[in-house]
């Protein structure tokens, strides 16, 4: 007899689910395209939760469970071998868990209805590229298709660091290392540190949390890597604060010169949620890349001046979110309000 969570993953795949939320005192939750749909099932009891969730946890995290009251990872749910982001955890005395089902093939920057101009980033040879946006707003798809784009053109050694393995890449015409930091090597910095000593050409980050982990993603920008992570910043201009501001007072001259000559672009992005569950979410974005203008303008912390010069550097394949939300406003099935939220957000 199959464990009954399995059939919460099944009714998931088969409706096409980012998430599924399984939480005491209330039925079954999925998420499809942005929207949540409480399913029909029965209520969960807090007793039944632990053995609910039993079948995804292996020894090293049930310990995990026990001892911090939370676990996460992934899981591949064999039947379909459609891999599993997990975090399972305490609240109010029971158990709950949120579960993020990662795509088996990895996307392109066509299927994800990103600009073309993307496609020049695989050909660069080294520098910073950052991928922001807040939490479920496709970032992890973005950086795959990325790295699509360049496993699919040029023979290059690509090491991704990842809390836990998500997308498995094949290789085309590159070779990939997949580090799981945690497991495979003690710590994220370590991974980033024991990365620079191998002979990589592009090294895939995850968060850029903190300031250890900017430094080690400046050096190896510097050093001949092209680095692509991301940040869950909202826009351009707050990704470039952001990353400055990680550090004290006297060291932000250094990092925002390094900073304007190693940057190579930023994308931000926002998933837009249609009005019909059934149909996907519309991108808008804002895509900076760092011409010359750009780069004195982070060297010279004048950063009120890049919305303009977004706009005037159209010719070099940067995009305003203005522009990218004007162009989807004339789609009947987008959610407008949100849309519109966005636009004011975005002219604030």
């Known amino acids: 007899m199959k464990p009954e969570i399995y ?3 099944e009714e998931a795949i088969r409706i096409g689910a980012s998430d599924l939320i399984l939480k005491p005192g209330s039925p079954p939750t999925f998420r499809v395209n942005g929207h949540l749909i409480i399913s029909e099932y029965e ?3 807090s007793q039944q939760m632990y053995n609910l969730l039993l079948p995804v946890i292996d020894a090293t995290q049930q310990e995990n469970l026990q001892k911090n009251s939370k676990s996460s990872s992934v899981f591949v749910y064999s039947r379909t071998l459609t891999r599993i982001r997990y975090f399972i955890y305490k609240q109010r005395g029971a158990y709950a868990g949120t579960f993020r089902f990662i795509p088996n093939d990895v996307p392109s920057i066509k299927s994800l209805n990103l600009p073309d101009s993307l496609e020049s980033l695989a050909s660069v040879r080294k520098g910073l590229f950052l991928v922001t946006g807040p939490s479920g707003s496709g970032k992890t798809l973005t950086v795959s298709a990325l790295v699509q784009s360049i496993n699919e053109r040029l023979a290059r050694y690509i090491i991704t660091i990842e809390k836990s393995i998500e997308l498995v890449y094949r290789p085309i015409k590159s070779v990939f290392a997949q580090i799981e930091a945690g497991t495979e090597v003690s710590t994220y910095l370590e991974a980033v540190s024991n990365a620079l000593r191998e002979d990589a050409d592009v090294i895939i980050l995850g968060e850029l949390k903190d300031k250890e982990i900017v430094e080690q993603a400046l050096i190896a920008a510097e ?4 680095v692509i992570a991301t940040l869950p910043t909202s ?7 952001q990353i400055i501001n990680l550090f004290p007072n006297e060291k932000q001259d250094e990092i925002r010169n390094q900073l304007s000559q190693n940057l190579v672009g930023v994308l931000s992005q926002r998933l837009i949620p249609s009005t ?8 808008a974005y804002e895509l900076l890349f760092a011409t010359t203008n ?3 303008i982070i060297r010279g912390s004048k950063y009120s001046l890049l919305a303009s010069t977004i706009l005037n550097e159209k010719e070099n394949g940067c995009i305003s979110f203005k522009e990218s939300i004007e162009k989807l406003s004339s789609n009947e099935d987008i959610d407008k309000n949100y849309l519109n939220d966005l636009l004011m957000e975005v002219e604030g």
């Open 294 to 296: 750009i780069r004195n």
């Open 223 to 226: 050093t001949g890597h092209l």
């Open 235 to 241: 826009s351009s201009i707050r990704t470039i604060e």
């Open 7 to 9: 059939k919460y993953f």
């Open 43 to 45: 209520s969960l009891a």
């Open 276 to 283: 019909d569950y059934k149909l996907k979410p519309s991108l």
